[in-house]
């Protein structure tokens, strides 16, 4: 390993017109992991590609740049697996490209295929591999010839949190040999276990340094209050407001101004509230932001009436296929106004439940109840659902999407959501960023005012401001008496829903709030500059 240590200065990339990267200047050192944080479109993996010298600079300068090819490990976003290859043959196909003898090799891919929990599935092909194995596969073929520059393209996105700590053994194992590890993400609780991160939004750099450091350059001040209080739920209708779980939180762009409404106090320090104010300061600055619009909020905090039954629910539910059991004995209900989580691991059985409960997927045994009756073309009329595939027609521009499932369902786009969904122009939906896409996918899935919404990890590749708006309108619309059934691997998402079952191997493993899931837990937090 040769150590790599790299400085940017106004560091510039443009695509013809388009500037992906503007001016930014940081530095990366040996043995630290460094954590670029943005949604999609934010530059992050063309600061990656920039750094691994697949991109030429058009501004600014770079100390230690380019570095040799051969002391790089780079994993794309894609988790840069051969998938018609076994986990072995793509460890030996990287061993022999970078060099390594037959006893590194077999060493150095023991070691972290232990480090990584794919020690007992070193035949199986990496098609075969779920999501989180695939990238812990990636990670391991990056830095299989312990380069002195290590590159990850959001290694941990959509990837389970047994998975996510993992990929943690490898990423800190690679900084503790002296690496320079760099990881875009989108996930600010994986930011904070970095040594520094930069945010980045529209490939600008919104702030930089630790954890710490960030927090202190919250612009202006952050204001928080009880979404109790009739006056915050006036205030949530704003455009600098947002919403986690039942707090409001308002940011206040005037230095001089008091607080926004009574019964609202300052915000302890919190890296999502600094990175959403920072990233609507910069929307302020541009005047080019387009809101998702916000529905119902007017409304204000109902009494829902749960005589009438589940929405949805589950009832000792298995599903076999072949000799694979994907279910076993599930139960689950979600009520009107309830916004309930569905967590597990890649493959736990949390999309295979999803169609069940649909009626897209039959029982092997056990009921599935939609409003209280078995899922059919009318009971799905009431529902709004997001797969992960998005369900959006790719060639169709944003408002064309829109309009469409608002025509499916016999009613009109009102004004906000098509000035929303017109902001994004006439270009097709498959050349908008992955976070807008989703966006879209949502308002499609909701034009109609579902009575239940269903959404499969809704807010991937989302950055902190667009996944804060949209958790917004869906606390509004359980308050108001529809029922949300989300599947997530953020656990900061997780915490913002009123119930949450945990899945694993098919199985409901802990059932409940937050409180009533971690509270028999204990754990060790050991914090170290050095890896």
């Given at each position: ?10 560091a510039t990339v443009r695509f013809g017109d388009q500037t992906a990267l503007d001016g930014f200047t940081g530095t990366f050192a040996p043995g630290t992991v460094t954590a670029l944080v943005g949604g999609d479109g934010a530059g992050k993996t063309t600061l ?112 389970d949190p047994l998975s996510r700590a993992e990929l943690w053994n490898l990423i800190a194992g690679a900084a503790a040999d002296g690496a320079t590890v760099v990881f875009a993400t989108t996930y600010l609780d994986e930011a904070e276990r970095a040594n520094a ?214 009613v009109t786009v009102h004004g906000e959501m098509g000035e929303f969904a017109r902001s994004f122009g006439r270009a097709p939906v498959s050349a908008l960023p992955l976070g807008a896409q989703r966006m879209l996918a949502y308002l499609t899935a909701s034009v ?84």
């Amino acid at each position: 390993m040769t150590p790599v240590t790299l400085r940017l200065r106004d560091a510039t990339v443009r695509f013809g017109d388009q500037t992906a990267l503007d001016g930014f200047t940081g530095t990366f050192a040996p043995g630290t992991v460094t954590a670029l944080v943005g949604g999609d479109g934010a530059g992050k993996t063309t600061l990656l590609r920039l750094l691994a010298g697949r991109l030429a600079l058009q501004g600014g300068t770079g100390d230690g740049l380019p570095v040799d090819r051969l002391n790089i490990g780079y994993q794309p976003a894609d988790a840069g697996v051969w998938r018609n290859l076994s986990v072995a043959e793509n460890i030996e196909f990287v061993a022999h490209t970078y060099g390594l003898s037959a006893e590194e090799t077999r060493t150095r891919s023991e070691e972290l295929l232990r480090r990584a929990g794919l020690d007992q599935v070193t035949t199986r092909l990496a098609g075969r591999l779920s999501g989180g194995m695939r990238r812990k596969l990636g990670v391991i073929l990056s830095t299989l010839h312990r380069p002195g520059l290590v590159l990850l393209d959001e290694p941990t996105t959509g990837v389970d949190p047994l998975s996510r700590a993992e990929l943690w053994n490898l990423i800190a194992g690679a900084a503790a040999d002296g690496a320079t590890v760099v990881f875009a993400t989108t996930y600010l609780d994986e930011a904070e276990r970095a040594n520094a991160l930069f945010l980045l939004g529209g490939g600008s750099l919104l702030a930089a340094g630790t954890p710490d450091e960030v927090m202190a350059q919250s612009p202006s001040a952050i204001w928080q209050s009880s979404v109790d209080n009739p006056a915050a739920r006036i205030e949530l209708a704003a455009p600098h407001a947002w919403r986690r779980g039942d707090m409001v939180y308002r940011w206040e762009p005037s230095t001089s101004a008091g607080r926004p409404a009574p019964g609202f106090e300052p915000a302890p320090g919190d890296l999502e509230n600094t990175s959403i104010a920072l990233l609507l300061q910069q929307n302020d600055e541009q005047g080019t932001a387009v809101e998702l619009p916000m529905r119902g909020v007017e409304a204000g905090r109902k009494d829902h009436d749960t005589a009438h039954g589940a929405l949805v629910q589950a009832d000792h539910v298995t599903r076999r296929f072949g000799a694979f059991t994907a279910l076993d004995g599930v139960s689950l209900t979600v009520r009107p106004g309830e916004v309930v989580g569905l967590l597990g691991g890649n493959g736990a059985g949390k999309t295979t439940l999803m169609h069940i409960l649909l009626g897209l997927d039959p029982p092997t045994a056990g009921t599935a109840t939609l409003f209280g009756e078995r899922p059919s073309l009318d009971t799905r009329r009431h529902i709004g659902y997001v797969a992960q595939g998005l369900g959006l027609y790719p060639s169709l521009s944003a408002i064309e999407n829109v309009e469409f499932a608002a025509s499916v369902h016999g009613v009109t786009v009102h004004g906000e959501m098509g000035e929303f969904a017109r902001s994004f122009g006439r270009a097709p939906v498959s050349a908008l960023p992955l976070g807008a896409q989703r966006m879209l996918a949502y308002l499609t899935a909701s034009v109609h005012q579902p009575d239940l919404l269903v959404l499969d990890e809704p807010t991937s590749g989302m950055d902190a401001l667009a996944r804060a708006r949209l958790w917004r309108d869906l606390r509004t619309l359980a308050d108001n008496g529809a029922g949300v059934l989300v599947t997530t691997h953020y656990m900061q998402e997780a915490a913002q829903c009123d119930r949450l079952v945990m899945l694993t191997a098919g199985k409901v493993t802990a059932a409940g709030t937050v409180v009533q899931i971690t509270g028999a837990h204990t754990w060790l937090i050991v914090t170290t500059y050095h890896w």
